[in-house]
C-alpha cells in the first residue's frame, strides 16, 4: 500500500523568491506480519516556478503583497490549489529574515499555502535544508567521504558537513554576493559588517560611490577567504563576528572536508561564469564578482570540488522536499485537534529520565519557561522513552507526566507529548485512563527533538496510522 502526497517549498531569500511542488510517496516497509514501519521512500519534483527578485517596499521592510501576488500566481501556474497541498515550508533567508515584517510575511504565506504548509526562519535550519537540497547528504554516503555545502545566496552563506549520510555540524556566515548593491554604476548599499571587514583592511568604499571593480575585487577576495575560513579551510578560523546571530563555527569533533560543494545564487554565477560574459554588475550586486573570487581563492583547491544536484533551487527543493518526516505507526491523538502548529518543545533531558521523580521535577521546573507574558502558552513535552516498556512502568511514566504537566492539563490546550521510543500508543491510553478521558492526548513517536526546536503537526495520512511532523527552528536574523 502506498499514499502520495503533495508538498510545496517556498523559499523567500535576499536575492530571490521562488516555489516548487513535489510529490512525497508513503510506504509501509515491514512485512505483514510485524508492526507498520511507514517511511517517505520517494519524492519527485513536479513543477518549478519561476525565480524572482524578492520584492521590497524599503531597505528594511518586504512588500508582503507584492510576494503573495508572486506565491498566487504560480499556484495557479501550477494548477494548484491549498487543499491539495498536504506539506511543505514556507522558509525566509538571509537578509530578508532581518526585515521588520519578515514573521508576519511568513506566517501570512503559511496560511494562505495550505493547512499544513509550516512557517520556518533561522539559518541552522537553512544550512540543513540547503544541504540536503544539494544533496550533499546522499553523495556522502554514496562516496563514504566527508562533504560540505557552502549555500551562498545574496545575505549569508550556510554551511553544513555530512559524514558517510549524517550531518556534523552547521554554521551560518554573514557573507553574500547581495550585501553590496549597485545600482547606475554607484554603490547603492552595503552591510555594516562588509563595510566593516573593507575598512580594517584599508578599503575605503561608501555609498554613492562610482562601483570600483579593483575595490571590489577586492572585497571579494576577503568575503571568499571569510568563507573557506568558516569552513575550516583557511589559515585561520573566521572571527566571531561575521557568523549571523552570534553564531559559532562547527564543532571541533567535525572531519576535515574532502569534497565540496556550492549552492545558492552566487553558486549558479560560480558553475555558469562563461554565459555572464563581462557584466560583472549585471544583477546589480557583487555576486559575480565574489564568485569570481572563490575560483581564484586558494584555500578552496584543497579539496575536491563538486557540481551539487542543485545550485539556485537548494533552498527551496530542501523545504519542499525534505522538511517533513513521519512519526512512528504506534501513536495515540485525540480527533478534530490537528494540524497544529509552532509548538515550542520542553525537552526532559536524559539524566532526568532515570527516576519518575525527576521527570515530574524537570517538567514543572522548565514550564515556566513557556510563560512569555505571565500564561503558558501551548508546549510539547519531549524525551527519549527508551527505559519504559512494561506494563507498569508506562502507568508510572503517565503519572509522572501528569503530575508534573498539571498546568498543561488545566489549560485550554491538548497534552502533547513526542516520544522517540515506540510507545507513543500504550502511553497515550495509559494517559487516557488516568485523565478518565477528559482531557485531549496527542502522544506521537519516533521522533527525536531538542531543547528550543518547534514542532509543527499534521492531520493523519496513511489510513490514520502516522501523522506527518515538522521539527524547526524560529529565529529571526537580528
Known sequence: ??????????DIGTSTTQLIFSKLTIENQSSEYVLPRIEIVDTEIIYRSKIYFTPLRSLTEIDAEAVKKIVRDEYAAARMQPDMVTSGAVIITGETARKANANEVLNALSEMAGDFVVATAGPDLE?????????????????????????IGGGTTNCAIYDFGQLKGVNCLDVGGRLIKIENGRISYI????????????IHINVGDTADVISLRKVCTL???????????????????????DGKGFPASVPPIKCL????????????????????????????????AIKECPYFKKVRI???????????????????????????????????KNIPVLKIAEQDEESFEKITESIRSQIALFKPDGNLEQIAVSFGGWKFRKFAE?????????????????????????????????????????????????CIDGIRTRSGDYIDIG???????????????LVFNS
Open 1 to 10: 500500500m502506498k499514499e502520495i502526497i503533495t508538498s510545496v517549498g517556498i
Open 261 to 292: 560543494t556550492f549552492s545558492g545564487g552566487v553558486a549558479e554565477a560560480y558553475y555558469s561564469r562563461d554565459s555572464i560574459g563581462n557584466d560583472v554588475f549585471k544583477f546589480g550586486d557583487i555576486g559575480v564578482l565574489l564568485a569570481d
Open 459 to 473: 492531520e493523519p495520512v496513511f489510513g490514520g496510522h502516522v501523522l506527518p511532523i515538522v521539527i524547526k527552528t
Open 127 to 151: 544550512s540543513v535544508l540547503s544541504a540536503r537540497g544539494a544533496g550533499i547528504d546522499v553523495m556522502s554516503k554514496d562516496d563514504r567521504t566527508v562533504y560540505a555545502n557552502a549555500d
Open 223 to 245: 568575503m571568499a577567504n571569510l568563507i573557506a575560513e568558516g569552513l575550516g579551510l583557511g589559515e585561520t578560523p573566521a572571527p566571531q563576528w561575521i557568523y549571523t546571530n
Open 306 to 340: 563538486v557540481k551539487p544536484l542543485e545550485t539556485i533551487r537548494a533552498t527551496v527543493v530542501g523545504a519542499g522536499v525534505h522538511t517533513t518526516s513521519i512519526s512512528g505507526s504506534t501513536i495515540s491523538y485525540a480527533d478534530g485537534q490537528l494540524p497544529i
Open 394 to 442: 508506562l502507568q508510572n511514566l503517565a503519572e509522572a507526566v501528569t503530575k508534573g504537566a498539571e498546568e498543561v492539563i488545566s489549560s485550554p490546550y491538548p497534552l502533547i507529548l513526542v516520544v522517540e521510543n515506540d510507545i507513543g500508543k500504550a502511553l497515550g491510553h495509559a494517559l487516557n485512563v488516568l485523565l478518565n478521558h477528559s482531557k485531549a492526548v496527542i
Open 191 to 202: 552591510y555594516t559588517k562588509i563595510k566593516k571587514l573593507a575598512e580594517d583592511n584599508g
